[in-house]
C-alpha cells in the first residue's frame, strides 16, 4: 500500500509538471501539429494498457537508448523497478491532467491575459500570478484524478514493472495475486482499502470543482 | 506622439465575412477619439497598438520608437511595448485585491518608490478606502477608476481605452469624463479612445476619427467633422442631422443664392461651390437649425408645410418630428401654446443650409 501510495504521489506530481507544461503550451502557442501533438496525449485513455506497456517496454528496455541512458546515470535499469511504476502511472494518468489543465486554461478569460502582458508580465509571471490562481481549483480536481488513476493502474505496471512482491508489487497488482492465490479474505481487504482511499481523492476533487470559482470571502 | 499605419486582412471564414483593416493616422498628447459604427475596426486598431494582434504590413511608431514595422520584421512584444490599456470590461485581476492589481502592474519599480506611487495614485483616484477589496467588491466607478490607475502607473507613453463608457449610467459617465480631462493635464500623452456614441466625441475629443469599414473616411477636429461631415455616409454616422434628398435647380454665384428642389417645395440656399445644376445631393441641417410654427395659409418664404408625427422630449429642449422624417428642435415655452396643433411648417434658414 505504502508503495503504492508512494508511486502515486511521485507520479502525480510529475504528471502536474509536465502536464501543466504541455496543457500551457497547448492552450497558449500556435504551431503546426499542435492537434495531432493533443491526439498524442490523450491516446493513452484510450489504448488498452497492454498497448501503452508495450511502448513503454520498448523505449525504456536494457535495449533502448532511453532505457541504457538510464543504467548509465543510476547504475541499474529502470525496468521491473517501483521507478518503472512510477513511469507507468505517470503515463496513465498525465492525459487526464493535461486535457482538464487546457480547458480551464482555455476558459480563463482573455482579458485577463491580455491585461497581464500588457503590465509588463513575462509569460512565466502571467502562468504563475494569474492564470494558475484563477484556474487554481480545476488544476487541483485534476491532480486528484490523476493521483486516484495513479493508484489504481494495473495494466501498464505489470507490463514495464512487474509483480515482484515488496518491490513493484502495488495494491492493485496484489489484489489480482491474491485472487488467483485464492486468498479471498487478503484480496477483500486491499479492494476496500483502495475503494477507500480513491473514493476520498474523487469526493475531494469533487467539492473543488463544484464549489464555484469567482467571488470568494476576503480576509477582511 | 503616436504614428500607425495598420492593414491587417482576415479571410472570410465559413460563418464569417471577410474583414480588411486599412487605416492611417496620428496623434498628439491629448484625447484623439476614433469613432465608428460596430465592426469598423475601432478596438483592432487598438489591439494592433498594443500587440495582442500583429499586423499584415504597416508601422507603429510611438515617440519615434518603432513598435511595429512589417518591412523591417519588428513586432514588440506587449509587455516592452509600454502602452496603457483599459479594457471594455475592466480586466481586474478578480483574485487580486485592487492595491495588488496595482502592484502587480508596478512590479518593475524600485520597493520604496512602488509603494509610494500606489499609495499616491490610490489616492489621486479616491481608491484608498477601498485598496484591500477585490474587484467583485467594488462598484462600477470605483472598478474603471481602478482600471484607469491600473494602466496609468507604470507611465505609459500612451493610453488607450476601448469603449470606457459602456455601460455605464449618466453621473459615472460624467465622473468617467472629469477623470480623463485630468489624466489629459496631469499625464501629457496620447490618448485613444474607442467609442460610438458621437455625444462622447465632441465631449472629449481634442481630435477625431472616424473609422468605416475598417478605413479612415474623415479627421479633424470634433468641432470640424461635426460642422461639416465630408459626405453623407459619415453625417449618418453621427446621426445628429436631417438628411434631406434635393436637387440642385439653380445657382447663382453674382448674388450667392441657390435654389434646391426637395419634394414639391422649393428652398433657396446659399452659392454651392463646385456643384452643377441637376445634381442629386442630400440637404444635411440639424434639428436646432431648423424653427417651426403653426400653419397659417400658405406656407411662406423657405418654409415648407408637414404634419407633426410625434413630440419627443429632451431635457432642456423639445424635438418635433415631422412626416417626411424631418425634426426640429424647440425651446420648451415655444410650442407649450400649440401643443394641440398638427399642420405646422418648417422654415429653413437660408445661410446655413449645406448640400452633402
Known amino acids: 500500500m505504502w508503495l503504492s501510495l508512494r508511486v502515486a504521489v511521485i507520479s502525480t506530481a510529475a504528471a502536474l509538471v509536465m502536464g501543466l507544461w504541455l496543457a ?181 476533487a469533487n467539492r473543488l470543482t463544484t464549489n464555484p470559482f469567482g467571488p470568494r470571502q476576503t480576509a477582511i | 506622439m503616436i504614428r500607425a499605419r495598420i492593414r491587417k486582412n482576415f479571410a472570410a471564414g465559413a460563418e464569417s465575412a471577410g474583414f480588411a483593416l486599412d487605416v492611417e493616422f496620428e496623434a498628439e498628447k491629448g484625447i484623439t477619439v476614433l469613432f465608428g459604427p460596430s465592426g469598423a475596426g475601432k478596438t483592432l486598431t487598438l489591439d494592433c497598438i498594443a500587440g495582442f494582434v500583429r499586423p499584415d504590413e504597416g508601422r507603429i511608431l510611438v515617440d519615434d520608437e518603432i513598435l511595429y514595422d512589417g518591412a523591417a520584421g519588428v513586432h514588440l512584444a506587449p509587455r516592452a511595448r509600454h502602452c496603457g490599456y483599459v479594457f471594455q470590461n475592466y480586466a481586474l485581476f478578480p483574485h487580486m485585491t485592487l492595491r495588488k492589481n496595482l502592484e502587480f502592474a508596478a512590479a518593475r519599480i524600485p520597493r520604496l518608490e512602488r509603494h509610494r506611487k500606489i499609495s499616491e495614485i490610490l489616492e489621486k483616484f479616491h ?32 493610453l488607450l481605452l476601448d469603449e470606457p463608457a459602456r455601460g455605464l449610467d449618466a453621473p459615472l459617465r460624467a465622473e468617467l469624463y472629469a477623470i480623463l480631462r485630468q489624466v489629459r493635464v496631469e499625464f501629457g500623452i496620447p490618448v485613444l479612445l474607442v467609442t460610438h456614441d458621437s455625444g462622447e466625441c465632441f465631449e472629449l475629443g481634442d481630435e477625431m476619427i472616424v473609422l468605416r469599414d475598417g478605413r479612415v473616411v474623415q479627421s479633424g477636429t470634433p468641432r470640424n467633422i461635426f460642422e461639416q461631415p465630408a459626405n453623407i455616409e459619415i453625417a449618418r454616422l453621427l446621426g445628429l442631422f436631417n438628411l434631406l434628398p434635393v436637387e440642385v435647380r ?47 395659409g400658405r406656407a411662406g418664404f423657405n418654409e415648407i408645410p408637414a404634419a407633426l408625427v410625434r413630440v419627443v422630449e429632451k431635457p432642456e429642449r423639445l424635438r418635433l418630428e415631422f412626416s417626411g422624417e424631418i425634426a426640429v428642435e424647440l425651446e420648451r415655452r415655444q410650442f407649450e401654446s400649440y401643443s394641440n396643433v398638427k399642420d405646422w411648417v418648417i422654415e429653413f434658414p437660408q445661410t446655413g443650409l449645406r448640400i452633402l
Request: glycine residues 8%; contains cysteine.
Open chain 2, 127 to 158: 481608491l484608498s478606502d477601498v485598496s484591500g477589496r477585490r474587484p467583485h467588491e467594488l462598484s462600477g466607478g470605483q472598478k474603471q477608476r481602478c482600471s484607469i490607475a491600473r494602466a496609468l502607473i507604470r507611465e505609459p507613453r500612451l
Open chain 2, 250 to 296: 439653380a445657382l447663382d454665384p453674382g448674388r450667392n443664392t441657390s435654389r434646391l428642389r426637395y419634394e414639391d417645395f422649393e428652398l433657396t440656399g446659399p452659392y454651392f461651390p463646385g456643384r452643377l445644376i441637376g445634381d442629386h445631393a442630400w440637404l444635411c441641417i440639424r434639428p436646432d437649425q431648423l424653427s417651426a410654427k403653426p400653419r397659417n
Open chain 1, 24 to 204: 500551457w503550451t497547448l492552450a497558449n502557442r500556435e504551431f503546426r501539429g499542435k492537434e495531432i501533438l493533443d491526439a498524442a496525449v490523450t491516446l493513452p485513455l484510450v489504448l488498452p494498457p497492454t498497448v501503452l506497456g508495450y511502448y513503454l517496454l520498448v523505449l525504456l528496455g536494457r535495449n533502448s537508448p532511453v532505457g541504457q541512458l538510464y543504467e548509465w546515470l543510476f547504475g541499474g535499469p529502470l525496468v521491473f523497478t517501483w521507478q518503472a511504476a512510477v513511469v507507468a502511472a505517470l503515463f496513465h494518468s498525465t492525459p487526464l491532467l493535461v486535457k482538464s489543465a487546457r480547458a480551464a486554461f482555455e476558459s480563463v478569460d482573455r482579458s485577463y491575459e491580455r491585461a497581464a502582458r500588457n503590465l509588463g508580465a513575462s509569460e512565466m509571471r502571467l502562468f504563475l500570478r494569474v492564470t494558475l490562481p484563477l484556474t487554481r481549483r480545476t488544476i487541483l480536481a485534476a491532480a486528484a484524478l490523476a493521483f486516484a488513476r495513479s493508484l489504481g493502474d494495473f495494466g501498464v505496471t505489470l507490463m514495464i514493472a512487474g509483480n515482484i512482491p515488496g518491490r513493484t508489487q502495488t495494491v492493485a497488482i496484489a489484489i489480482y495475486d491474491a485472487v488467483e492465490a485464492g486468498k479471498g479474505n487478503v484480496a477483500l481487504v486491499l479492494v476496500l482499502i483502495l475503494s477507500g482511499v480513491s473514493l476520498l481523492v474523487l469526493s475531494v
